[in-house]
């Protein structure tokens, strides 16, 4: 079993800067890419950014120089840095990860998701 938490959302004025963390739990042995994605009402789910274990990182066009995502592998842990937030990115935002457990089996595993609200 693996396990994905995020946290860090909120409410927060445009403009305003948010930080989410995703840490990843249970019977791990590597992780690959892990990568934030977010859905809006109405909307469908869309990626947002991803960063592999190499740290090279890939971005939306519409969060480009203004998000970043970075990990700690040590700790399993996702971070995305949010600034410059516009009402547009009210969603809710997912943690996933390509992770290889220590069966040896390969999961794609996704968080609860956390609420981000950027009011106008």
């Known amino acids: 079993q693996v396990q994905l938490v995020e946290s860090g959302g909120g409410l927060v004025q445009a403009g305003g800067s948010l930080r989410l963390s995703c840490a990843a739990s249970?019977?791990?042995?590597?992780?690959?890419?892990m990568g934030w994605y977010r859905q809006a009402p109405g909307k469908q789910r869309e990626l947002v950014a991803t960063?592999?274990?190499?740290?090279?990182?890939n971005y939306a066009d519409s969060v480009k120089g203004r998000f970043t995502i970075s990990r700690d592998n040590a700790k399993n842990t996702a971070y995305l840095q949010m600034n410059s937030l516009k009402p547009e990115d009210t969603a809710v935002y997912y943690c996933?990860?390509?992770?290889?457990?220590?069966?040896?089996?390969?999961?794609?595993?996704w968080g609860q998701g956390t609420l981000v609200t950027a009011s106008s």
């Open positions: 996933n990860a390509a992770v290889l457990t220590t069966a040896r089996a390969y999961l794609q595993v």
């Open positions: 249970g019977s791990i042995f590597s992780i690959n890419a």
């Open positions: 960063i592999t274990s190499g740290t090279t990182t």
